[in-house]
């Protein structure tokens, strides 16, 4: 692989590329539906939604939006490096919110003899409103002699 | 209602063999183009031994075994009430295609809250040690359910 990320590369304070998703449409509910198991009609039924207090009808997979962030996590840093990703879903998503993922890097350290650095993320909704706050942490490699 | 008394009971085991068509589904569902999740030869090319799992693909042994809604109904909780809080993944060892991954899903604790407008909640959180075909601890999930009342 070209472009790979260094331990020595990071500095605190240094953003987690961004990345963008969305508009979500119901259809990308129903794919992640069958993809992950979860068949809670809330996600895929607007009439069961709305008759569960959701006046618009859908939201989105917490999971999904999980996804995202995993997702621009690991166009950062390669999968095999992630040690931990942890998040707490703040706000509902609903068809038509596009999603914009960005996050910190809040420390690094070696400990165990791995090079890690940890960051947050967070994921917004076009109108700013926080779905998702997390934090993550990735070994990566030193940069050879 | 789930109550203090649960903590530390455990339901029945997880078994799931991972496929590489439920990665590239996974992957496919969320929308991520890289081309580790979707291309073995991009994976092998990439340092990995065949496509990799992404970050949230424990979510797939959890629902499609059903552990979910049997672990609600048997912790009593309402399931109309119920909210998935937080969710937290730790990574010990790749998961590929072909690996047979089992968990046995724990209660870890079970918490009673106030929120900041009086309302009291039962915070529930589930944590599943996943081990590999070879006995291998891979990935611990936890999962935190937040039961309104």
Known sequence: ?145 | MADSTQVGKTFDPIVWEVERGKIREMAKAIGDPNPIYLDRDAAIRAGYRDTPVPPTFLTVPMMWSSSMPVLINDLKINFMMVLHGEEEYEYYRDIYPGDTITGVPKVASVEEKTSKAGKKMDMVTVEILYKNQNNEDVARARTLLVERK
Request: neutral net charge.
């Open chain 1, 1 to 145: 692989m070209g472009n790979e990320l260094y331990f020595e590369d990071v500095k605190i304070g240094d953003a987690v590329p961004e990345l963008s998703k969305g508009p979500i449409m119901k259809l990308q509910h129903v794919l992640y539906a069958g993809a992950s198991g979860d068949f809670n009609p809330l996600h895929t039924d607007d009439d069961f939604a709305k008759a569960v207090g959701m006046k618009d009808g859908v939201i989105s997979h917490g999971m999904l939006i999980m996804g995202f962030v995993g997702q621009a996590i690991t166009a950062w840093v390669p999968r095999k490096c992630l040690r931990k990703f942890g998040v707490r879903f703040a706000g509902m998503t609903k068809p038509g919110n596009t999603i914009m993922v960005s996050g910190t890097v809040t420390d690094k350290r070696q400990e165990n003899g791995e090079n890690l650095v940890f960051c947050e993320v967070v994921a917004r909704d076009e109108g700013g409103d926080v779905k998702i706050t997390g934090n993550f942490s990735a070994a990566l490699p030193l940069k050879r002699g």
